[in-house]
């Protein structure tokens, strides 16, 4: 176990990678409401909201998102992340998601840590999950 990896932060990680997984679906069959596609219709609407900026700010940090700095609604940014994505080598897709879900994990926890420990808890989780 790895030492502050809190089960807050952790049900943070578990919403990043499901997000990140659906997205990874989302390159084989793209939808018209990719955030419908993306955001469990179950969650209350704080977190939904919470996450929705998440995203936003996630996508816009990673660098092939400046192709998509043009669209100003959430839905068409993604649609755009997503056709950046499927034109990317595989590995660098699932590299790409991967940082998309620790980016997703550091604002959903509050920044509360420095961005490496996301990265090292999501590739952590991601790993284990695999297995």
Do not use: W
């Not at 219709?41 to 998509?68: M, Q, T, W």
């Not at 699932?94 to 959903?108: C, Y």
Request: charged share 25%; net charge negative; hydrophobic share 45%.
């Amino acid at each position: 176990m790895l030492t502050g990896f809190d089960s807050f932060m952790d049900d943070h990680i578990d919403m990043a990678l499901k997000v990140t997984t659906a997205m990874k679906q989302l390159l084989s069959s793209p939808v018209t409401d990719i955030i419908t596609a993306l955001i469990p219709g179950d969650l209350d609407n704080i977190l939904r909201d919470k996450l929705l900026s998440a995203l936003n700010k996630a996508v816009e940090a990673l660098s092939i998102a400046k192709h998509c700095k043009q669209h100003a609604a959430l839905n068409d940014k993604l649609k755009c992340f997503i056709e950046q994505l499927q034109i990317s080598d595989p590995d660098l897709q699932d590299a790409l998601l991967l940082k998309l879900a620790s980016l997703l994990s550091g604002h959903l926890d509050g920044q509360r840590l420095r961005q490496s420990f996301y990265d090292l808890y999501t590739q952590a989780k991601y790993s284990t999950a695999k297995v």
